[in-house]
């Protein structure tokens, strides 16, 4: 087992000391319009807020080999030619290091004495990429060799990129300003925008047409122009344009030369676009922007704003334990992945395409779980965005695209969990910042501000929803789908092709397009889990019989549940079209799932009959494995017709038995909840990637953040990572760790400090910043217990209770909570 860095918790960085990582370990740059994705060898692409309709650098998936296309440099010293993150060229480096840090990445690479470190980072408030080439000879001898840069651009709309080539090879269009080289495709006719690459220094030579750049036959670890030594000054019109600086340099001894290059995303009103002649763009703002960033002290500005903007924000929650992999993932990298998530959803990984899917609404509600207390104000704005893809009727818009922000009608709803998540993302707003005032705000419902309703209204269609959609048990429809995608009750698909998700057999066309007749315990329990924060506000704003009307739904939900779909032992996961448990004991396969039984004990289901424990006695034993939960136990060997896709991938991938990160974050909420904090941080330290470091060969994807899933125990690859980054994984474990194990979580009224520990642990420390005030708070643990708050004190002062009251004085408090 090996590993192939080590973390600078200093730093805040990732070292990867080897450039052949068991998969390409990436980073992602730009937190606000502008992103890039690079990974530890430079590989990657930037695009405009939207992954899908404003790409600006192309990206070939599923390659081989598989990260080929990025920002390169190439250096051609002698007869040796290199790149500084060794791809593409691969030659064999003296030294190399990838740095990922928070939003930047710096790659450095040596070859025969000479070093060339780059820095790659998005600026705060800035639509483009900074690239500072800081090269150095660190021989004895004078040095002259020849630089290359590279980037590919995409003809915006990367679906249409991949696939219209019969249009596409004939549009491509860019214009030569001395170091900068400006990507126009369409800018005549219908788009606003244009990107450009430059470099702050004079050139000797340019390439803007791909083929003669690399050449036809080679490929971009052999370019042609570089072979040569020489650049074609070629001008793209139509094919593959690119965007290509070719610089002769010589460095003296121990002398280093700096070059900033910048790829720029610019907007211009349309009157605006061109110079006088009509036909030249108007480079005002691109000049401006080139300004911004010309000389390495402005870079230097530049990286520390980004630096002390991350700082600060992660200065919001900070802890202190006896864990160094804890607090590394708790004060860095799990928070980092929040940010990311929000911001991208499942758009744009090595795993998602950028093409396939915009915002998810369970995904966003989710991601802002993880994320609310960072930037507040941007999550009010991504839950007005949400709620304005609802319908009338509570249902929702399943996904929207970010730059129009409309549902996607391809997807369309009936997602039997989608509303309910929101209830708990505007729950989590509000306790964060005690903003009541978002329930007045108003929303339109589809889109349309004629139907503009107060945000509080869509919470309450949102709880009726669920309510209004019963089946025969008393438990809620399972629709097309619940959290799980993969679970479609009314697909039966017999024909390859057709979309788990979006199919539905005709079949059911008569009840309204699914069967009236599945049923999803998963959503039952998420109903009674979510529900009390809906009756929570209800009360606060003093609706006392709305909130008793919603508390007797909740109620009865429970009693539905402990009537239908309990199984001795732990809580069925659904009944399928037929009216047939699944789920349970009865069953053949997939005698028992995972994602009902949090949700469950947590809503404290049947608990006066001891279901909670017996439940979670029940995970351990069945679906509990060295590397984490897996899903659902025994895994599917066939295919179920009546189950949909689950039953589609082997046994331990995915959905079906695969340790789904995510949905084990529910089981160690409910472990902490249920006061066994050795159980709940056992789980969290099985997939806690810095606790899988050691394992990276075998883990593959960074031991800096979560994937969606690690191949479950019937796999032949037990224990390999994939899909990292986008995963709701990043939100619910951060909610585990953060406000189920070291129990501190923002309340209505306060601060809530409920730790659920493991008994060996004296206590910790913890920071956290709170609706201005900042509290210091120390948790004792005398007794070696893991969870109950003996008592409390702040400033002094003995609190009744577990929840620190809110400081409106900005300034700092000392909590002390002793356990036992
Ligand atoms: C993926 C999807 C998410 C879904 C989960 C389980 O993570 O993004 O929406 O809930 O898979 O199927
Ligand atoms: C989620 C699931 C995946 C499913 C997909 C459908 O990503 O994990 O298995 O195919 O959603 O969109």
């Given at each position: 087992m090996r590993k192939f860095g080590h973390f600078d918790d200093e730093r805040k960085e990732y070292v990867i000391q080897s450039p052949r990582t068991p998969y390409p370990w990436i980073n992602y740059l730009g937190t606000q319009a502008f992103f890039s994705l690079i990974s530890n060898t430079a590989g990657g692409y930037s695009f405009y807020k939207d992954a899908r309709l404003r790409r600006i650098t192309r990206y070939r998936y599923n390659n081989v080999p598989i990260d080929m296309g990025g920002r390169y440099f190439y250096l051609k010293d002698g007869e040796t030619i290199w790149n500084p993150g060794w791809s593409p060229v691969k030659t064999e480096l003296d030294a190399y290091e990838c740095r990922h840090g928070m939003g930047y990445t710096v790659i450095t690479g040596k070859k025969n004495d000479l070093k060339a470190e780059v820095t790659f980072f998005v600026p705060q408030n800035y639509d483009g990429e900074v690239q500072q080439v800081v090269l150095t000879n660190e021989g004895s001898n004078a040095k002259t060799f020849k630089l290359f840069s590279f980037a590919e651009w995409c003809l915006w709309d990367a679906q249409d990129d991949c696939t219209n080539f019969q249009r596409n090879f004939s549009t491509g269009r860019v214009e030569v300003d001395g170091s900068t080289i400006y990507h126009k495709t369409e800018y005549r006719d219908r788009r606003d925008h244009f990107a450009f690459y430059t470099v702050n220094d004079t050139i000797d030579g340019y390439d803007t047409d791909r083929d003669s750049f690399i050449g036809l036959y080679n490929g971009f670890g052999d370019p042609q122009a570089v072979l040569d030594g020489k650049a074609t000054n070629s001008f793209a019109d139509g094919w593959s344009p690119i965007a290509s600086h070719y610089k002769e340099i010589t460095l003296q001894p121990g002398e280093s030369k700096t070059l900033i290059f910048i790829l720029g995303y610019v907007e211009m009103p349309v009157d605006k676009k061109f110079e006088a002649d009509g036909?030249?763009?108007?480079k005002e703002k691109a000049h401006a922007m080139i300004e911004q960033y010309n000389t390495p002290e402005k870079v230097a500005a530049g990286l520390a704003e980004l630096k002390a903007a991350w700082d600060k924000l992660l200065g919001i929650f900070n802890v202190k334990t006896s864990d160094d992999k804890v607090n590394r993932m708790v004060n860095i990298w799990n928070q980092y992945q929040c940010m990311v998530t929000f911001n991208l959803s499942r758009s744009a990984s090595y795993f998602e395409s950028g093409i396939g899917r915009g915002m998810g609404f369970r995904d966003s509600n989710q991601d802002i779980l993880g994320f609310v207390h960072q930037i507040p104000d941007r999550a009010r704005e991504r839950l007005i965005d949400l709620a304005s893809t609802q319908l009338e009727d509570g249902g929702c818009y399943h996904q929207y695209q970010p730059l129009t922000k409309k549902g996607n009608s391809d997807i369309g709803g009936d997602f039997s969990d989608d509303p309910l998540w929101m209830i708990l993302s505007v729950g989590a707003y509000i306790k964060e910042t005690g903003d009541w005032g978002i329930l007045d705000q108003p929303v339109p419902y589809d889109n349309d501000e004629s139907k503009a309703k107060p945000m509080l209204d869509h919470l309450t269609v949102s709880f009726y929803h669920i309510v209004n959609n019963l089946g025969p048990h008393g438990l809620p429809l399972a629709m097309r789908a619940d959290w799980n995608d993969c679970i479609n009750l009314s697909c039966f698909s017999d024909k390859p092709g057709e979309s788990f998700q979006t199919y539905t057999n005709p079949k059911f066309k008569a009840e309204g397009g699914y069967s009236k007749v599945a049923e999803s315990v998963m959503v039952a329990a998420l109903f009674t889990y979510a529900g009390p924060t809906y009756v929570g506000i209800l009360k606060h704003l003093g609706k006392d019989d709305e909130a008793a009307k919603a508390q007797a739904e909740i109620d009865k939900m429970k009693k539905n549940v402990m009537d239908s779909a309990f199984d001795g032992d732990w809580f069925l996961r659904a009944y399928d079209a037929f009216g047939n448990k699944m789920g349970s004991k009865e069953c053949e396969e997939g005698k028992i799932f995972i994602e009902p039984q949090g949700f469950a004990v947590m809503s404290e289901i049947g608990k006066d009959q001891g279901a909670d424990i017996k439940t979670l006695n029940s995970i351990d034993k069945y679906l509990n494995t060295k590397y984490g939960l897996v899903l659902n136990n025994p895994a599917f060997s066939k295919y179920y017709i009546q189950y949909g896709e689950i039953s589609t991938y082997p046994g331990g991938y995915k959905e079906n038995a695969g340790i789904f990160t995510h949905n084990n974050a529910w089981i160690i909420c409910a472990e902490a909840y249920a006061g066994r904090g050795d159980k709940a941080f056992e789980y969290y330290s099985k997939i806690a990637p810095a606790f899988n470091e050691d394992i990276s060969d075998l883990h593959k994807t960074e031991p800096y953040v979560y994937g969606q899933m690690i191949a479950g125990k019937d796999a032949s690859r037990f224990g390999e990572g994939k899909?990292?980054?986008?995963?709701?994984t990043a939100a619910w474990n951060f909610v585990a760790i953060s406000q189920y194990i070291l129990g501190i979580s923002a309340d209505f009224d306060g601060l809530k400090v409920d730790p659920s520990i493991p008994k060996a642990w004296d206590g910790f420390t913890a920071t956290r910043k709170f609706r201005g005030a900042t509290y210091n708070i120390t948790v004792q643990n005398p007794d070696h217990v893991s969870k109950g708050v003996k008592s409390l004190t702040v400033d002094g002062k003995a609190v009744e209770g577990n929840i620190v009251p809110v400081f409106t004085d900005g300034g700092e408090h000392k909590v002390v909570a002793v356990l036992g």
């Open positions: 036909v030249t763009i108007n899909n990292s980054w986008l995963t709701g």
